[in-house]
C-alpha cells in the first residue's frame, strides 16, 4: 500500500517517512508491549512504554510523540483506563495522534476512547504489518477504522441516511455510509477508493468526517446505545 | 423413620395465619395441617409451652423463599464437585426449595444476633408471664400482656415482609404500609408494657411512666444510635463482599473451565502452530462471548446464528472468520437458507482464500445482507467445472429458491460473495450488483 498519501509534515506516503515516527507505547501488560515492539517496522522509534494511567500520561508529557499506541484498559488513575490518558493528555492533542488498541471488541469501550478523542481504534490480533500501517496512517492525521468499528457506526448511526436529524453531526451523508459499509466488509480504503470510484484522498477525507461526527455527535441514541450495547 | 430422607424441608409456609409455622411443619411431618394448628392451640394451653415452641420455630425457621436464596447463594462451581452441596439423599418432594437446608444451624450461622435478642426477649417474657400468670389471672395484666404479644406479633410479621421486600422489590406504598404495621406494633407493646408495670392503671401514674420511659427511651436511643448506624454500615459491607466473592467464585470457574484447560491444551500441542492458534481463537471466541453477552437479547437471532457458523467454520479450517454485524432479525425459513449459503460461502473462503475471512451482515427495514470476503488469489466463475456444487448450487442456487440474490465479485485481490434476501420473499430477481 505504498500508494496511500498522508498529510504528515514531510508530505511523503504515510509507509515510508523520511523520518522515523516517533511512538509511545501504553499497555499494562510487559509481554504484550515487547511483542509488539519487536513486531512493529524498523521506521517506528518506540520512545516510551507506560503501564499506568499516571505513567503513561507523564511519559507522554516527557516524550511528546507523534503517536500513542494506547489499550483501552489500564490501571491506575481513576479507572477510566485509556480515555483517561487521552483527557490528561489533552494540551497535547493538537500533535500527539492516539490510536487505540484493545482486545476488547465491547461497543462502549471503543466509542469512549473515540470519543475522548482518539484517531482510531484496532484489534490487538492485527499483525505487525496492519499495525504499522495504522500507526504512519494516524501519523498522517488520518482515521483508522476496523470493520468492527465501521460496524459499530452503522449501528449507532443507523444504517440508512436519516433525514429527520435536524443536526448535521447526526447522520452520515449516502458516501460516507457507503465508505463505512465497504470497511465493515473487510475494504482497504484502497480497495473502497477502487469500488467507489473515488481517490483514496476522498476516502480519508470520508472516514475522517465520520470519526469527527463520531467524536462530536450529540446524538442521544449514540451514546444510550453505546451504554446498553454489551454486545459485539 | 428412614421415611425422614424424603421429606419436604421444613421450611415456614407461605400458606399461613400467622407465620406459616403449622403449616410448614405439616408439610415436613407429612400430617394434615389442621391437626397441627388444633395440636399446637392445645398446647398453648397447657401453659404456654405450644407458644414457646412456635416462637421458637418462627425465629429458627426460615421461609421458603429465604431458604432458596441462601442455597443460591452457594455458586454452582464445576471446580469443587468434591464439596457436597447438600446431605446426600436430600432430595425434595417439595418445590420451593431446592435442597433441605440444615435449618438448626443457619439462623445461628447467618441471623445470630437478632436471634440473641429474640430469644432473650422470649425469656424476659417467658418469666414475666409465669409470674403474673403463677399468681393470680387479673384482667388488667392480661389485656397489657396480650397487647405486648399481639405488637410484638404485628412487628415480628413486617420483619418477615422486608426481608421478602428486599428480594422482591416492593414498591413505596407497600413500605410506608410496613412502617405503619411497625408503628402500631410498637405502639401496642409500649402501651402494654406500661399498663402492666404500672399495675394500677391510674391514668396519672401511666402518663409519669410514659413520661419517663420516653425519657429513658431517648437516651438509650441517643446511646445507641452511632453504634446502630456502624452496625448496619458493617452489614451492608458484608453483604457487598459477600455478592463480591460469589462473583469472584463465579469468574474463577469459568476460567478454570476454559481458559486454563485451553493453555495446558496449548502448552501440549506447542509444536503445533496450527492447532495453537486454533485453540487460542476458539478459546478467544468462547471468553469473548462469555464476557460481553447481552442476557436482555433474544437467543437464536441471524447474528447469533452467522456468527455460530462463522465459528465452526473457523474450527474446522484454521483461519480467523471476523463477523461484524449490523441490525439482527428473528430467523425464518429463508434466513436459514441464507444462514448455509453463508456457510458454503464462508468454507469456500477460508479453504481458497487461504487466510482470514471477513463476513458483514447488515439487516435493515427492506432487506437482509451478507457479505463474505477472502484474500485469495481469485477465480472464474466460468472455470468452476460444472459439477462442482459448491457455488452453483448451494450458494447461488440456494439463494435463488429462497427469493434472494447472490453474485460473486473475483479479482486477483480477493473474492467477495454478496448475498441478499429481501424482507418479504418474492419471486423478483433483482440485478446483481
Known sequence: MTNIQGTGPQGTGPSRPAQPVRVVIVDDHGIFRSGLKADLDASIHVVGEAATVEQAIAVIAQERPEVVLLDVHLPGGLGGGGREVIAGSAALLATTKFLALSVSDAAEDVVAVIRAGARGYVTKTISGAEITDAVFRVAGGDAVFSPRLAGFVLDAFGTAPADIADDELDRLSARELEVMRLIARGYSYKEVAKELFISIKTVETHVSAVLRKLQLSSRHELTKWAAERRLL | ?433
Open chain 2, 1 to 433: 423413620m428412614t421415611t425422614a430422607l424424603t421429606r419436604p424441608p421444613l421450611v415456614r409456609s407461605s400458606d399461613r395465619i400467622i407465620a406459616g409455622v403449622c403449616a410448614g411443619l405439616a408439610a415436613h411431618l407429612g400430617w394434615p395441617v389442621k391437626g397441627v394448628r388444633i395440636g399446637m392451640v392445645l398446647a398453648s394451653l397447657a401453659g404456654g409451652a405450644g407458644l414457646a415452641f412456635y416462637a421458637w420455630l418462627w425465629i429458627m425457621v426460615p421461609t421458603a423463599d429465604e431458604s432458596a436464596r441462601r442455597n443460591a447463594r452457594r455458586p454452582a462451581s464445576p471446580i469443587a464437585p468434591a464439596v457436597p452441596r447438600a446431605m446426600p439423599g436430600a432430595t425434595t418432594t417439595g418445590d420451593a426449595a431446592a435442597v433441605r437446608p440444615p435449618w438448626f444451624r443457619v439462623g445461628g450461622v447467618r441471623y445470630g444476633k437478632e436471634i440473641l435478642l429474640g430469644a432473650g426477649l422470649l425469656l424476659v417474657a417467658g418469666i414475666l408471664i409465669a409470674q403474673l400468670l403463677g399468681v393470680n389471672v387479673p384482667l388488667g395484666t392480661l389485656i397489657p400482656a396480650a397487647a405486648v404479644l399481639g405488637g410484638a406479633s404485628i412487628a415480628w410479621m413486617q420483619l418477615d415482609e422486608t426481608r421478602r421486600a428486599g428480594l422482591l422489590d416492593k414498591t413505596k406504598a407497600d413500605q410506608a404500609g410496613g412502617w405503619a404495621r411497625l408503628a402500631a406494633g410498637l405502639a401496642l407493646v409500649v402501651a402494654g408494657v406500661l399498663v402492666m408495670v404500672s399495675g394500677s392503671g391510674s391514668w396519672e401514674q401511666t402518663w409519669l411512666a410514659l413520661l419517663a420511659s420516653v425519657a429513658v427511651l431517648g437516651g438509650v436511643v441517643l446511646v445507641l444510635l452511632p453504634w446502630a448506624l456502624k452496625f448496619w454500615r458493617d452489614l451492608e459491607t458484608e453483604r457487598a463482599g459477600r455478592i463480591r466473592e460469589t462473583e469472584r467464585a463465579e469468574i474463577a470457574a469459568h476460567l478454570h473451565d476454559s481458559v486454563l484447560q485451553t493453555l495446558a491444551l496449548i502448552q501440549r500441542r506447542a509444536a503445533n502452530e496450527h492447532d495453537v492458534v486454533r485453540l487460542a481463537r476458539a478459546q478467544e471466541r468462547e471468553l469473548r462471548n462469555w464476557l460481553f453477552q447481552d442476557p436482555g437479547k433474544d437467543a437464536g437471532q441471524l447474528s447469533d446464528r452467522i456468527k455460530a457458523v462463522a465459528a465452526e467454520v473457523e474450527d474446522s479450517l484454521g483461519n480467523a472468520v471476523e463477523v461484524v454485524s449490523v441490525g439482527d432479525t428473528a430467523m425464518t425459513e429463508s434466513h436459514e437458507a441464507l444462514v448455509q449459503a453463508s456457510r458454503e460461502a464462508m468454507l469456500n473462503a477460508s479453504r481458497h482464500g487461504g487466510g482470514a475471512v471477513s463476513v458483514y451482515l447488515e439487516v435493515s427495514a427492506g432487506r437482509t445482507e451478507v457479505f463474505i470476503k477472502d484474500r485469495g488469489p481469485g477465480f472464474d466463475l466460468q472455470d468452476v467445472p460444472e459439477d462442482r456444487l459448491g457455488v452453483r448450487e448451494s450458494i447461488i442456487g440456494r439463494m435463488k429458491r429462497h427469493g434472494g440474490t447472490a453474485s460473486i465479485t473475483s479479482t486477483e485481490d480477493g473474492t467477495e460473495v454478496r448475498l441478499g434476501l429481501p424482507a418479504i420473499p418474492t419471486d423478483y430477481a433483482e440485478g446483481k450488483s
